[in-house]
Nanobody, 115 residues
Framework: QVQVVESGGGLVQAGGFLTLSCTAS????????MGWYRQAPGKQRELVAQ???????YYLASVQGRFAITRDNAKNTVYLIMNNLKTEDTAVYYC?????????WGQGTQVTVSS
């Protein structure tokens, strides 16, 4: 059974930090590139960061230098380390493969950044 579980979200003040975790079943993780996506109210879901199996990454321009994506292949886990959070980072964050597969979407984890 395919399973993706995101955690680590919460309420934080602007300038604060959070670390998100995503544990995916092995069948998903073995597909290679994993990504963190987010969806803010009234907006389309967007890819925030991605990481290949060898560790090479990509970041959305607005989070470059503030967010870092890492993965632990032995634990089938991907992390998103978010620093200097801004109010515009408020969204539900999801992880999925890249490109995303519809049946792999989990419940996501809410990140709310207050001013």
């Amino acid at each position: 059974q395919v399973q993706v579980v995101e955690s680590g979200g919460g309420l934080v003040q602007a300038g604060g930090f959070l670390t998100l975790s995503c544990t995916a079943s092995g069948s998903i993780f073995s597909l290679g590139t994993m990504g963190w996506y987010r969806q803010a109210p009234g907006k389309q879901r967007e890819l925030v960061a991605q990481i290949s199996r060898d560790g090479s990454g990509y970041y959305l321009a607005s989070v470059q230098g503030r967010f870092a994506i890492t993965r632990d292949n032995a634990k089938n886990t991907v992390y998103l380390i978010m620093n200097n959070l801004k109010t515009e980072d408020t969204a539900v964050y999801y992880c999925n493969v890249v490109p995303a597969v519809a049946r792999y979407w989990g419940q996501g984890t809410q990140v709310t950044v207050s001013s």
